[in-house]
């Protein structure tokens, strides 16, 4: 039987939600739709990779999911269950790489592109560790200790919070930290018959078709009572609907930029690093959120970007991942966003105006009714006959997506290292690029997942996005 875990104080489902279900199918669909998390970690010095090989072994035992693979429903409509590879082998998660030079930050983007970018075996647990290390360390005089920790992890596991929950299991608070003692026992294999796992499917199928019924008939029910004791309100809400799904219709033809319009599986790696104060400062001149200092200074960098490729939009498709996380559902690591587009505005110059709108624009796409809907009508799609190929049309024509995560705001430590740099490395879900933001301590850092094929000058990119971010920031 599927059901929820608890594990170290972290929930577990046994069962994909909708959402995870649609990530997971995508990318079958088409490769550029690959949902894949990618964390870039160095150190002030080689970690003990003895001590790191234990303490991801005792990762996996505690919190058992790490040693589930994804196992597809009997019935077609239901999502897919998590259940123990009974074939885990801990030397395919985490691999141990020697490498010729010492490890700073652009030869970890550059040895880290075939890994974000590349599948996973659909047959395993979806997730893998390589520890990278130099020949030398801290005391031969190079950057980052020559060692790094390139962390992959599908979507469907967790989102960007859930993935900070996993990172704190992971990493110590102290560079020498007390003995761990004996490994937790490994979990129990499961043995359920087939007999068994098809009852479940239909008990589960037949409960998530009582719960629509209770979500959709009290709005069927006032919809009509409306339309009759009051038709006119109810004629304008239809009448922007059919609009709505208008603009939904041609989002999905093609994306607002022509720069940004190719596609591929493939990825290009960039990194930037601002102190957190900074943007902190600029939101309060502004009167807006880190977030929106964030998005600001991304678009400020994509108009200068697109001007010197002779590109003018007026506007780009963003999308943007809102947590519906609150209401005691902060220790579950299923993932519980809302994918969200802004038309964002791409001409708008002045920093701080441009910081205000995209608050407003942020706030009004956040509104609670307009998630809830979202979270009904993935579970829909998912099941109508051809909505697969609106979906990907409404992926494809997205410009960029942008995450932003709050991270540790102390020191964190691994093998005996302590962390230097996070570099989160967010899923593009069919967009020409995504910029993901990771807070670390006081610095934020901020990964760009670029598609080869939309931006064939990644250098000149990154320093646009550069120029955005000084400009925004003062």
């Not at 959402?19 to 079958?28: C, G, H, K, V, Y």
């Not at 979507?155 to 996993?166: E, I, P, S, W």
């Not at 059919?242 to 591929?264: D, F, K, M, W």
């Not at 998005?295 to 960098?301: E, H, N, R, S």
């Amino acid at each position: 039987m599927t059901h929820t875990k608890e594990e170290d104080g972290l929930r577990f489902d046994g069962r994909m939600s909708d959402l995870e279900a649609l990530l997971w199918r995508l990318e079958e669909h088409d490769p550029a739709l690959r949902s894949t998390i990618t964390v870039l970690v160095t150190f002030d010095q080689r970690p003990d990779p003895v001590a790191v090989a234990r303490r991801v072994d005792r990762l996996s035992r505690r919190l058992p999911r790490l040693r589930d693979r994804v196992a597809a429903g009997l019935l077609p409509t239901v999502p897919p269950r998590w259940e123990p590879d009974p074939e885990f082998d801990m030397e395919h998660h985490l691999i141990r790489v020697a490498a010729p030079s010492p490890v700073s930050l652009p030869e970890l983007l550059r040895a880290a592109e075939p890994l974000a970018a590349g599948p996973f075996e659909r047959d395993r647990p979806p997730w893998q560790m390589l520890l990278m290390e130099g020949p030398g360390g801290e005391s031969d005089g190079y950057p980052g200790g020559g060692a790094a920790l390139v962390v992959k992890l599908h979507h469907t596991f967790t989102d960007g919070l859930g993935a900070v929950k996993l990172a704190a299991q992971l990493f110590d608070l102290e560079r020498h930290p007390p003995p761990d003692g004996a490994l937790p026992r490994l979990p129990e294999p499961d043995r359920a018959p087939r007999l068994g796992r098809m009852w479940d499917d239909l008990a589960f199928e037949a409960g998530r078709s009582v719960e629509l019924a209770r979500r959709v008939l009290p709005w069927a029910t006032t919809a009509i009572r409306d339309a009759v004791v009051d038709p006119q309100p109810r004629a304008e809400a239809t009448l922007e609907l059919a609009h709505a799904l208008q603009s939904l219709a041609r989002a999905a033809s093609r994306p607002a930029s022509p720069i940004l319009a190719g596609r591929s599986a493939g990825a290009r790696l960039g990194a930037m690093a601002f102190p957190l104060s900074d943007l902190r400062q600029a939101a309060r001149r502004a009167g807006g959120t880190v977030n929106d200092v964030f998005l600001a200074a991304a678009l400020g960098g994509l108009r200068l970007y697109h001007a010197k490729r002779g590109s003018h939009p007026a506007s780009l498709r963003l999308g943007i991942p809102v947590s519906t996380r609150g209401g005691g559902t902060e220790a579950d690591m299923r993932n519980q966003f809302a994918p969200t587009l802004v038309h964002a505005p791409l001409q708008l110059l002045d920093p701080v105006e441009r910081i205000r709108l995209l608050h407003e624009l942020v706030i009004a796409a956040c509104h609670p009714p307009v998630l809830d809907l979202l979270e009904q009508a993935t579970g829909m799609l998912r099941r109508i006959p051809g909505s697969m190929r609106l979906i990907t049309g409404l992926l494809d024509a997205t410009d960029m997506m942008a995450s932003n995560v709050p991270g540790s705001p102390v020191d964190l430590y691994l093998g005996g290292a302590r962390v230097e740099q996070i570099v989160p490395i967010g899923p593009r879900g069919g967009a020409g690029l995504n910029l993901t933001l990771l807070s670390h301590v006081d610095t934020v850092h901020i990964g760009v997942n670029m598609d080869p094929v939309s931006i064939s000058d990644p250098g000149v990119l990154i320093d646009c996005l550069r120029a955005g971010f000084d400009e925004t920031l003062g």
